[in-house]
């Protein structure tokens, strides 16, 4: 399961979307998001799915890594539908057993923000894989600049998100190896009852605890070799500059947008 997690991942290529600017990528992220709220039934979220589905053939990101972004949250995602289905009791009854109830506002309910999550985390996922953390932090740092003049430190809050969404896979990566060596030592954390595996993952959090606070402690001292400061006086060596692909993009993310629109307006 921790394999599967690719949340921070950087799958380096020469896509369109590879090639786009840092700051657009996160505008459009969310200008995205905006566009699954906006849709208010599943004929319009079927043009965020659309979307979903051109911008992932056109970023050559495999398609195993759509079914890997979505494996961890699959509980959550059934435990949304479930709820969804049982606690919406309009429309007509399909089938009722005592307390339970299945309508169908409850499961149109449920399958549109099932698919509206799934759009959401694939979708998302795309900026991580196509752009390269050093991209986003100056995208990042470049979109808060206004911030400077009210004195908020945008280079170090953006340099702290970089470097906690680079550092996910390898806290999994370090994790996962503290469970194979627990497990080698005979600790059992698959059985019993919940109190028990959540006892069992007590000698799993101490020493990631301990190895995250001396990774943290090796970085900050080769920060400070490098005589790094924050963003005053510094200087970048690839200068964010945006292309023709990027009002390409713009443009074809707002056709969707106007999309969703038009089609929530012809089916009420």
């Not at 996910?168 to 919940?194: F, H, N, V, W």
């Amino acid at each position: 399961m921790l394999k599967d997690i690719t949340i921070g991942q950087f799958f380096p290529g020469k896509s369109p979307l590879h090639r786009m600017d840092s700051r657009v990528k996160l505008l459009l992220t969310i200008a995205f998001i905006v566009m699954l709220f906006l849709a208010k039934n599943i004929y319009s979220l079927s043009v965020g799915i659309a979307f979903t589905l051109v911008t992932y053939l056109i970023s050559d990101i495999p398609f195993k890594m759509i079914l890997k972004s979505l494996k961890p949250i699959m509980l959550i995602i059934i435990f949304t539908s479930i709820l969804n289905l049982l606690f919406i009791r309009t429309g007509d009854v399909y089938w009722e057993w005592k307390v339970i109830k299945i309508t169908s506002d409850g499961v149109d309910t449920a399958v549109f923000m099932t698919v509206r999550i799934i759009c959401l985390i694939i979708g998302s996922s795309l900026l991580t894989y196509t752009t390269s953390p050093i991209d986003l932090t100056d995208g990042l740092e470049r979109l808060l600049s206004p911030l400077k003049k009210i004195r908020v430190p945008v280079h170090e809050l953006a340099m702290m998100m970089t470097i906690a969404l680079r550092f996910i896979p390898t806290l999994i990566e370090e994790t996962d190896k503290i469970m194979q060596a627990q497990k080698a030592r005979g600790a059992d954390m698959e059985t019993g009852s919940i109190f028990k595996r959540a006892k069992a993952l007590v000698p799993i959090l101490i020493p990631l605890f301990v190895s995250s606070f001396r990774r943290a402690e090796e970085l900050a001292l080769a920060m400070e070799c490098r005589c790094y400061h924050g963003g005053e006086g510094r200087t970048r060596m690839k200068q964010l500059k945006m292309h023709l692909v990027d009002l390409v993009a713009a443009l074809i993310v707002a056709a969707f947008i106007a999309g969703v629109v038009v089609v929530n307006n012809l089916v009420k």
